[in-house]
């Protein structure tokens, strides 16, 4: 019997794992799909937002400034990348100043630092490249970039360090609730639930709801990105938004924490086909970049994809216990998700302290957590000397598997032997980057199979790309 | 970290970097290294099994693998050392580079001359743009020939390709022989950007269609592909609505171009070219940095490796010429440009004078047209002098020109080289 099933494994429900995991509980994770972070999760402007644009009596306005304050001391802790760059909403004309001055009020109510509106000048001398044309600006030197996947696996790996179970390719189709427990696909006993499923929240919700109508639905909102080469770095200093007033919704340009160049998103509600991006999509993405930064350099694409947002049809998170005791739902966890996830955890631990401390028992801290997370080692980055000392006593280090980024094998080893560790041609990308550059994988991904097959010892024909189902490569005999 | 001292060093150990290091280990007194980052040399030559290599340079055709053997023979008779699985980080200002590998972790290699032949690499999805899900069976050309016939493994049963270069035509016919059933090849140009010899032995004689004209305007599938969805393209190759067919396959092959493999020569700051890009070199192979050489698919693409073998083998001699110091040759400045109607020139500049000192009297002059003519002129002049006018018949652009430019032809203060295609109508 578990106390808690944390169903999902995106940013959200693994910073709630790494927050429960501090805690005497017995923990699970359940996740659909063959790695963590593979919804929205992997997906988005892998921005964290300084906090000024939801508004500031919403839930999302409150947990995405104290999510952003969280982002500096939890990625210390865990080791993942996170840079304060800032960011500027680039507007011209009395609209557009209007619509920044309200961000601006709306910002300073939630208590976001150093906000502040800058002048075509200082504007210019920060943003050289930006289409002349915009006069003014709204700062906000607290936003930052990260990698948001790299976030949910850092998470999740110190939460399995600290005894929490993982389970992959997992989809939850039934959950029975029984006295004082849930019964999960017939097999899995758990006191508690918290529903992190993004897209499927609402489903997942009415699975313990039956025949009762549920009071959320969520909408699927798809944006396409493009990812430019690392040669395009530089084109922007910071993030840059459009004003929310000009021609719709803002659309962005920002470095990423790689040193690419991330654009988009559109904005569009899909059904079906979710992830694909589109001619239209792309196109409209790709004209609204050229308004903001008219050199920009789209030959240097490498990359497109498409994210699906979580909307709620209630307009805000969707974060408390259900009327099904001790079933939580995290829900409608739309932009700013990413920004506020580290505050979406703190919600969750103190609604699962209070149901602990009225209906169960009081929750204790461990006394034992370990943090053994390491960052990820990439040895071209490292001084001479441990570089030297790295390949003396790890030849694979001295092995480099991935030309474009200068990826050894022993860095993709280590990725795939950790807790948490990559299964899949893009788990392995996730982690430590090959194929994340400009030849897309071409020359590694065969030996990123390789090493997989003989690191996991399994055959050749069952390393797949990212799904389950994704396969690659066959032996003649199988087919 | 250990310090290893060489009069020529080569990176790269495919064809370029073989016929380059064999042609300056051919002077005995001199030391010659290949950095090769694989576990074998050859380079791509490995994976490609077909024939057809080798018919200028050995007047025979060979397989890849054979032609790639008969050189690592030569490398290895010339007594050439070879540093395999071993990558270059860095080339750094002092005449010497940074490389890494297992054995010896990072070390420094002092060179005399330095010759770049790193190859190139295949544009991949994202340089396309083509829309659609992201699901596994799109492979590069290449990549899926490794797979194919380096691992021995079946990579789909109905194979779509986009983009008609050699490897995507190659790949049609052998993924055809592979039992595999290859529903076509579709051309975003009005016109192939393969050999005409490839187009009808791996095409035309497996009945496998080529779509000009036509582009993959969308992928389907989340786990492995499903299908992808072709359409024409009007004369700015923009798909035009209502010409969509669906085609149900779970692979795509993509054929989609080739880049020179740069990066090392972009960090170190050598000048580049704009439509080769590759360095800007000049007659004697040398970039625009004393010293240092590009031969091969790092200097431009190449359509047959015997051509890439014969520059190889300038490169080689002169970089020797140059290891031996017999003259510090100065960096070459009389510019050659072409006309729109060719999308590239090598070499970009011409030098008179050998790395030796001595007076060259001509320079192999490779050209590639833009656009296919029945028949055309190409001439060189030197500002009103015509200097070499030559006719061609079938010009295609996957096929390169090579011509001889007498330089006693060029006066000696002229500063440019024009060259330009007369089309007879």
Redesign the interface.
Known sequence: MFDWTIIGAGVSGSLIAHALAKYELKLLILEAESDVACGATKANSALIHAGYDAPFDSLRGKLNVRGNALYGPLSESLHFAFDRIGSLVLGEGDDDFKAIERLYENGVKLGVPGLRIIDQATLQKLEPNINTAFEFALYAPSAGITEPWEVAIAACEYAIDNGTKLMLNYPVADIAVNEGHFLINSEIETRGIINCTGIKADSIYQLVKGDTAIDFKIIQRRGEYF?LDKEARGIVNQILFTCPSSKGKGSIIAPTAHGNIIIGPNSEVVTK?A?????E??HEVKTKVLNMVPSCPLHM?????SGIRAEPSTGDFIIEETDIPRFINVAGIKSPGLSAAPAIAETVLAIVKDIHLRAINDLKPKTDTINKRRPRIHL?HQT?AV??QL??QN??????IC??E?ITEGEIIDAIHRNCGATTINGVKRRVRPGGG??????C??KVLEILARETNRP??EI?????????????KS? | METIIYDVVVIGGGPAGMAAAQKAASDPSLRVLIIERDHYLGGILNQCIHPGFGLKIFNETLTGPEYAERFIQFVHEAKVDCLLDTMVLAINSNNALTAINSDEGRMTIKFGALILAMGCRERSRGSVIIPGTRPSGVFTAGTAQFYVNIKGDKIGERVFVLGSGDIGLIMARRMTLEGAKVLGVAEIMPHSSGLTRNVVQCLEDFDIPLYLSHTVVAIRGTKRLEGVTLAKVDSAYRPIVGTEREIDCDTLLLSVGLIPENELTRVAGIEMCDKTKGPIIDNRMQTQRSGIFACGNVAQVHDLVDYVTEESQIAGYNAALFAKGKTKSTVAGIVVTVTPDFSMVSPQRLSFIGCDGTQLDSANIMLRVSHPAKSGVVVISAEANRLVTKRYNHLTPGESIHLALPLERIPATCQAIQIRLEVSI
């Open positions: 990812l086909e992830t694909s991006t589109t001619f999509g792309l694409n490498i990359a497109n994809f071209i001479e570089q030297a390949i003396a030849p694979t280090f001295g092995h480099i030309r474009c200068q400009r030849c897309q994988g071409g020359f991904a065969p050749r024909d797949e790309q990212e799904k389950k189902g994704s396969w690659l490569v066959k032996s003649k087919f």
